[in-house]
């Protein structure tokens, strides 16, 4: 497996998604989810160019930033996030990808506040519901928004999805639309505040050139760059 090819390889395919989709390129940013991943992988992996990384775990995020293994990258979470672990990715998370009830939220703010800071936050959306994920329901995403935008110390910049893994091609396309449909309504509702709403999180490996059709501004991508990973039972 050659690192820098694969991250060229996905750059490519999603410029070319996004000129498919009569969008610009650059409106779609690479998020490489780095979770299994060692010092020295990440590290060579912003060799090869990638400016964003996705972390699923908090104590492999811990890790690595201990080890200033993102430097020259800015690492986002995008696992799911418990209230008691909030202490250890506010302040370190440019984005938090996975807030998806009042309780997180109102963590993430008062962690935001004792530091000084805004933290920038998604809305992670639960479209397809299925029981085992994190998410909210659609139908509670306008009340979440609205507390996300009363709360002073966290910036709300836009949403989140996972649908569910499919093997058969285009089967998640119903889904990114729909949560382009809720992005663009949600957008409009506040449009007269200081949040800037520019970002869509959606799309994997499998799917995300139909993410990028459907207008994702940045895709979650593992497996097209570092290979397959380790399945998770075999994981500590
Ligand atoms: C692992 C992970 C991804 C990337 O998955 P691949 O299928 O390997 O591209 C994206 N989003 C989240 C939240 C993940 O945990």
Request: proline share 2%; aromatic share 6%; charged share 20%.
């Given at each position: 497996m050659d690192l820098s090819q694969n991250v060229r390889?996905?750059?490519?395919?999603?410029?070319?998604?996004?000129?498919?989709?009569?969008?610009?390129?650059?409106?779609?940013?690479?998020?490489?989810?780095?979770?299994?991943?060692?010092?020295?992988?990440?590290?060579?992996?912003?060799?090869?160019?990638?400016?964003?990384?996705?972390?699923?775990?908090?104590?492999?995020?811990?890790?690595?930033?201990?080890?200033?293994?993102?430097?020259?990258?800015?690492?986002?979470?995008?696992?799911?996030?418990?209230?008691?672990?909030?202490?250890?990715?506010v302040g370190r998370a440019a984005l938090i990808h996975s807030v998806d009830s009042e309780r997180l939220l109102r963590a993430i703010d008062g962690q935001a506040e004792k530091l000084g800071i805004v933290q920038d936050i998604l809305l992670e959306v639960n479209i397809a519901r299925e029981e085992s994920k994190g998410g909210c329901r659609p139908e509670d995403l306008p009340a979440l928004a609205q507390l996300a935008l009363g709360a002073p110390h966290i910036r709300l910049r836009g949403?989140?999805?996972?649908?569910?893994?499919?093997?058969?091609?285009?089967?998640?396309?119903?889904?990114?639309?729909?949560?382009?449909?809720?992005?663009?309504?949600?957008?409009?509702?506040?449009?007269?505040?200081?949040?800037?709403?520019?970002?869509?999180?959606?799309?994997?490996?499998?799917?995300?050139?139909?993410?990028?059709a459907e207008g994702a501004t940045l895709v979650r991508v593992g497996t097209a760059l570092f290979g397959p990973r380790p399945p998770l039972g075999t994981l500590r």
């Open positions: 390889a996905v750059q490519e395919q999603i410029a070319a998604a996004a000129r498919a989709a009569g969008r610009d390129p650059a409106q779609v940013t690479l998020c490489a989810a780095t979770k299994v991943q060692t010092d020295d992988t990440i590290r060579a992996a912003i060799a090869a160019g990638i400016r964003v990384c996705g972390e699923n775990r908090v104590q492999e995020l811990t890790a690595h930033w201990t080890a200033g293994a993102y430097a020259g990258a800015e690492v986002h979470f995008i696992g799911h996030l418990q209230t008691n672990k909030v202490r250890q990715v949403l989140m999805a996972i649908p569910p893994i499919s093997s058969i091609s285009g089967a998640n396309r119903k889904y990114f639309s729909e949560m382009r449909n809720l992005f663009v309504d949600i957008t409009k509702k506040m449009s007269d505040n200081q949040s800037i709403m520019d970002c869509l999180s959606m799309g994997m490996s499998a799917d995300f050139e139909d993410a990028i």
